[in-house]
């Protein structure tokens, strides 16, 4: 079963943004308001009481969701040089179409299809979206040889990995098997990391360790080792860092979780009990019963 629920991005104009992602992404909203009390002091972010949101699923109706909350930019943000929550990975039927689509669209491309070496079973590109969120569009060709992975119903169907971007990759692997009661599936892998070469003005052809983060055979997460000239996010005080700003996830089990539990209603929760940890980089993590 797969473990992921929602990707949260923080936007600057929430109308606006709605209407990219239904455009660009034939996303559809289901759900929209203003957050209250007792969710933003879960995230340690009182400042976002009252922001606007809203959630949105993808054209094929499966209850993975991209939640948009409106929240002031952080002039200093440079997406992909920070630790924390660095991109949304979606599946897609065809990944050449969809490149034709996003030429056109308010997403800017920034890594064109291109096969990756060793990763047969995937054709990926990456866009960078109106508020600096990275959006991976992946075309899935086959399952790994340990692991599923999902195939897109709709052209953009819906999330299967959030990209984590760490500053010491092993440690936070640990926390995530220790603290979350996830699974390690490759432990280190080194790949030709165009997107993260041009942000830190390094060679073509320079190697980026990465790895994964399982459930069973429910492949999820990415874990990126990020380079030392990397540093912490810049935020407003007692708000949501900007980007893609937090994960929700199912967890495995809840119970064993530290931290208080709270139940919340809305499409993500569905009143399910619910509980917020922070990775050693900080990052949020938000945990709902299965």
Not at 87 to 94: G, H, P
Not at 160 to 189: C, K, P, Y
Not at 248 to 260: K, N, Q, R, S
Request: some cysteine; proline content about 8%.
């Amino acid at each position: 079963m797969q473990l992921l629920r929602a990707g949260s991005v923080c936007v600057s104009n929430l109308t606006a943004s709605i209407a990219v992602y239904e455009s660009w992404l034939q996303y559809s909203l289901v759900e929209q308001g203003t957050l209250d009390g007792p969710l933003v002091k879960s995230w340690g972010t009182p400042g976002m009481e009252g922001a606007r949101f809203a959630v949105l699923r993808p054209a094929s109706g499966k209850d993975i969701f991209v939640r948009l909350i409106e929240a002031p930019p952080v002039d200093q943000f440079v997406p992909l040089t920070t630790y924390g929550w660095a991109a949304l990975e979606f599946c897609v039927t065809d990944v050449l179409a969809t490149h034709e689509q996003m030429r056109e669209s308010p997403f800017e491309v920034i890594g064109p299809p291109r096969k990756i070496t060793g990763l047969d079973a995937i054709h990926p590109m990456q866009v960078r979206g109106p508020d600096g969120e990275i959006c991976y569009f992946t075309q899935i060709n086959d399952d790994l040889p340990d692991f599923a992975l999902p195939r897109a119903s709709s052209p953009i169907d819906h999330l299967f990995i959030n990209v984590l971007a760490a500053s010491d990759m092993a440690a936070t692997q640990r926390w995530l098997v220790d603290q979350v009661g996830l699974e390690i599936g490759r432990a280190h892998m080194e790949i030709e990391y165009t997107m993260l070469a041009k942000a830190f003005g390094a060679p073509r052809g320079t190697l980026y360790a990465i790895s994964t983060i399982t459930h069973g055979r429910d492949v999820f997460l990415e874990v990126d080792q990020m380079p030392e000239q990397a540093g912490p996010r810049p935020r407003h005080e007692d708000m949501l860092p900007p980007g893609i700003c937090m994960t929700t996830i199912e967890a495995p089990d809840f119970d064993a979780l530290e931290g208080a539990a709270h139940a919340f209603r809305g499409a993500i929760y569905d009143g399910r009990r619910c509980k917020v940890l922070k990775d050693p980089d900080g990052t949020l993590f938000e945990l709902v019963e299965r």
